[in-house]
């Protein structure tokens, strides 16, 4: 038994069996989360399907209840932190941004004004364009934000008046089923249904007969599976995927004064985030400099236990996910590469790794053209910027990039020419509920975030009044 339980049609629901969920820092089983059956995923299709012919109708009862599911998570998100924290591996102060974070995400969907598109009004025709939701969305959700990056689709799609069932990663199911738990009362029955299950409960809704998007934040691996089963039935898909984000560092940059703020947004949630700083490349004249500046903060930072205070970084999530970034960083030391900082794991229970600064590595290796996805950053030395750029942009990826540097109008110039979703002049992973959000080449299909994001829920249809 478990005491965490799906959401299908309002209601509570365990499954015929359970499957185990880690504590990463510990290395041992925390909960059980329920495995739904295919019954009871027809079931959670079937009455999100029924719960559309009436959510559809109303978009001012839409707005009132996502603003009551904001609030709730606002309510409640230092309960469930506890959670997410044991489950995902972040320090408990992140846990708990997350899930407030969760709550800004859904109350800006829920106040987000939509502007009439009247694009005829002549002598001839009132024309206007209007958005129409989909039906069922079928979500699908990874374990690096789980709760937050479910609600960069629950908001949107359910404003659009689309209903939704949700699925956890199965590293990470027991904060999003706690999500359900608590909008079991806040929203209509069949509105928002979530269920958990292993990868193949992900691959029976891509195919399952009822929805008619997929919205899917994963693997560029999965995204392509994901694909490939919503084409027969050309359902709508949006695909956020991974990422190799380059930083560029231009000649006239202080390391000082940057190493802090690229460290950060490299190493931001151990590094486990889609569109964090995987490869940073520097000019000669600043390259020792820069690297000993990372290597210092990287030495410097807490890693443990997310229940303990003042840990500032948890462990890997997962287990594969701890042999993947221990391979690729003892891939490049092989290949040549000096550890600057870390470069190891660290003994003890848990998937715990050293925060790791790698020099003297470029293109070619492993870690820099792969996404590592983990606590282990390459720094590569260039001699000329268009060089730099040509690699920046000579990848598969195209999640976001950032280019650094004194002079802005130059650093904005060459953040011009990245070939990516988010290109970003003295910071990087500026992201907001506000700013669309999406990849260029393998790392996506479409963009979450803003208007943009509502629009991709919706079907687009013009309302053609003849005047004569
Ligand atoms: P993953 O692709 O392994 O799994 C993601 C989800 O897909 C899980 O819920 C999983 O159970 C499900 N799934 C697995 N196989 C499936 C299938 N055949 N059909 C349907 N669903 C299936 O990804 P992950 O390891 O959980 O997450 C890490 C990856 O996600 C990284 O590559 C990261 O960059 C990417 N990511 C992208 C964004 C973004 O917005 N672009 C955000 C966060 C993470």
Redesign the pocket.
């Known amino acids: 038994m478990s005491d965490f339980t799906m959401t299908i049609a309002g209601e509570g629901v365990s499954a015929p069996s359970t499957f185990d969920v880690v504590n990463p820092a510990t290395g041992t089983v925390y909960a059980q989360a329920p495995d739904c059956s295919k019954e009871q995923l027809d079931a959670a299709m079937e009455s999100a399907a029924e719960a559309f012919t009436q959510w559809r109708k109303d978009e001012q009862a839409r707005r009132k209840a996502l603003l009551a599911a904001a609030d709730a998570l606002f309510a409640s998100a230092a309960e469930i932190a506890p959670v997410l924290t044991a489950e995902q591996g972040k320090p408990l102060q992140d846990a708990t941004m997350e899930l407030m974070g969760a709550g800004v995400w859904l109350k800006y969907f829920a106040e987000l004004e939509l502007p009439r598109e009247i694009v005829q009004d002549d002598d001839n025709a009132f024309v206007e364009v209007v958005r129409k939701p989909m039906g069922v969305v079928a979500a699908?959700?990874?374990?690096?934000?789980p709760v937050l990056?479910a609600t960069w689709k629950l908001g949107p799609a359910l404003l659009a008046g689309n209903t939704v069932v949700l699925?956890?990663?199965?590293?990470t199911p027991l904060a999003t089923l706690k999500l359900g738990e608590l909008l079991r009362n806040v929203l209509p029955p069949g509105v928002f249904n979530v269920i958990s299950g292993?990868?193949a409960?992900?691959?029976q809704?891509?195919s399952h007969p009822v929805p008619r998007k997929i919205s899917?934040?994963?693997?560029?691996?999965?995204?392509k599976?994901?694909a490939a089963?919503a084409a027969p039935d050309l359902k709508r898909v949006t695909l956020?995927?991974?990422?190799n984000d380059p930083a560029i560092v231009l000649d006239d940059a202080d390391p000082a004064q940057i190493a802090d703020k690229v460290f950060g947004a490299a190493f931001m949630n151990n590094g486990q985030?889609?569109?964090a700083i995987k490869r940073v490349y520097v000019p000669e004249s600043l390259y020792d400099d820069m690297v000993e500046a990372l290597a210092a903060k990287a030495r410097s930072v807490k890693v443990g236990n997310g229940m303990e205070e003042g840990v500032e970084y948890g462990p890997i999530q997962n287990k594969p996910q701890l042999e993947r970034v221990s391979a690729l960083v003892a891939d490049a030391l092989s290949n040549g590469a000096k550890a600057a900082a870390g470069g190891k794991p660290i003994d003890g229970p848990g998937y715990f790794y050293q925060p790791t600064i790698l020099a003297d590595v470029s293109d070619g290796v492993r870690i820099v053209d792969e996404?590592q996805?983990g606590p282990a950053l390459p720094v590569v030395k260039y001699t000329k910027l268009e060089d730099a750029i040509a690699r920046a942009n000579g990848t598969h990826f195209g999640?976001g990039g950032s280019v650094w540097g004194g002079d802005l109008d130059r650093a904005a110039e060459v953040a011009s020419q990245l070939e990516c979703g988010s290109a970003w002049v003295n910071t990087h992973l500026a992201l907001a509920p506000h700013l669309p959000?999406g990849?260029f080449k393998w790392?996506?299909i479409g963009v979450?975030n803003g208007p943009w994001g509502v629009y991709g829920f919706t079907e687009t249809q013009v309302v053609y009044r003849s005047k004569i």
């Open positions: 699908i959700a990874p374990w690096n934000y990056l699925k956890p990663s199965p590293y292993g990868d409960l992900g691959a809704m891509t899917f934040t994963g693997s560029v691996e999965t995204g599976k994901v089963s956020e995927l991974g990422g985030v889609c569109s996404e996805f999640l959000f990849g790392s996506g979450e």
